[in-house]
Every structure is written in structure tokens, then in C-alpha cells.
């Protein structure tokens, strides 16, 4: 691509992913989803800190603003790596294939561009889950004017979460059998996505309770 997503105002982004080229897709889209969900964190953070109802969470309120901050900007990295690494696939599936040698050159290239493929999104869901974490350590605590943007933080960072797995489970299929990624990669996204549900929910809850 010429251009990095996160320079690109927001209309002509989501224009862009709305064409038939499937360069940006849905694994950047994730990663998007989870930088929005940690800019909302630091967003309430910073309506937070310093009023007098937060002088007891002051220096956990920074350690949020700092891990949402760093997990924006990694987010942001991951929306760009996802794109290229795709691309490379793409290109990859698109080399010669008339000879023996091309043939195997081709799968070598689409083995090691496929795994780049999977190590992106699994990397977006990391950070993914991360930013969900500070949604619920801030829901209790942040400026009750503020405290629906928690909300929309939490389900932004849970949806990048699993909009991430389902990029990586695509390219599962696609990896080596020896290749140690193939299992690793899915046991660690059953640990990330486990309970999922439940936590969405708790958070729902604590968000409903103190908008009230």
C-alpha cells in the first residue's frame, strides 16, 4: 500500500475497505477496533484523574493511561503489519508455478508469508486482551460522565479480540503440520478467548450500575 491506514482520514479508511481489494481487511479492521478501544480508555482516564473522587486511584489510573497508550500504538503497527503480511501472501500465491523448482519455491514462499499472516492478528489479539483488562480495571473507577465510553472501549477491545482469532484460525489450515505455530497459535487463542462471554457481561454490568 502507498499510504498507512492510520494516516488516512477516517471516510476514505473505511471506503477503502469497502472495495473488492482485500488489502486492508478484516485483520486490520481488528487491530483498528482495539486502537479506538484504547484511546477510549485514555480518554476516561484523563476526565478521571485528578478529580477529588480519584485521589485514592491516581497511580493506578496512570499505569492505564501508559499500558492503553503503548497498547494504541502497537495496535496502530499491527492495523499496517496485518496489511503487508496479506499482501506478501497474495503475492506469494501468485508466483510461477509451470516448473518443479517454481512449484516448490512458490509453497516455501507461501509457508513463510503464511506465518507472518498468523503471527500478526495472533499479536493484535494479545493486545487486544490487554486493553480489555484496563476496561475492567477502569470501569469501577473512571468519571461516572464518562463511564459508557468504558463500555464502548470494552466491546471495541472485545470484538478486535475476536475479530483477530478468526484471522488466525484462517491461516491454521495453511501452515505446516510440523510447524509448531499450528498448535501453539490455536491453544493460546482458546486461553485469550476463554470466558470471553462471561467478562463482556461483567463489564456490561458494572457500566449499567454506575450509569444509573
Known amino acids: 500500500m502507498d499510504e498507512r491506514l492510520a494516516d488516512l ?3 476514505q479508511l473505511i471506503e477503502r475497505l469497502a472495495t473488492s ?19 477510549l480508555v485514555q480518554m476516561v482516564v484523563a476526565l478521571t484523574a485528578g478529580r477529588p473522587a480519584a485521589s485514592e486511584h491516581e497511580g493506578a489510573l496512570d499505569e492505564i493511561r501508559l499500558t492503553a497508550l503503548a497498547a494504541q500504538s502497537d495496535l496502530l503497527a499491527l492495523a499496517e503489519l496485518d496489511a503487508a503480511a496479506y499482501d506478501a501472501v497474495v503475492s506469494a500465491r501468485r508466483l510461477p508455478r509451470e516448473t518443479d523448482r517454481e512449484r516448490q519455491a512458490r509453497d516455501v514462499q507461501i509457508a513463510a ?3 507472518e499472516a498468523t503471527m500478526a492478528p495472533l499479536e493484535t489479539a494479545r493486545r487486544a486482551a ?6 475492567e480495571q477502569l470501569a469501577p473507577i473512571g468519571n461516572r460522565n464518562a463511564i459508557s465510553d468504558v463500555g464502548v472501549g470494552a466491546l471495541l477491545a472485545a470484538t478486535a479480540l ?3 482469532g478468526l484471522n488466525v484460525r484462517i491461516n ?6 510440523d510447524d509448531p505455530l499450528r498448535a501453539n497459535a490455536a491453544r ?3 486461553d485469550l478467548l ?13 457500566v449499567a450500575g454506575r450509569l444509573g
Open 113 to 115: 508469508t503464511t506465518r
Open 194 to 206: 476463554a470466558g470471553l462471554d462471561g467478562r463482556e457481561h461483567s463489564i456490561r454490568e458494572t
Open 172 to 177: 491454521l489450515p495453511y501452515l505446516a503440520d
Open 21 to 39: 481489494d482485500p488489502i486492508p481487511g478484516g485483520g486490520s479492521a481488528a487491530a483498528l477496533a482495539g486502537a479506538i478501544g484504547a484511546a
Open 162 to 164: 475476536r475479530g483477530a
Open 188 to 190: 493460546e487463542l482458546d
Open 130 to 135: 490487554r486493553v480489555l483488562e484496563l476496561t
Open 9 to 11: 482520514p477516517a471516510r
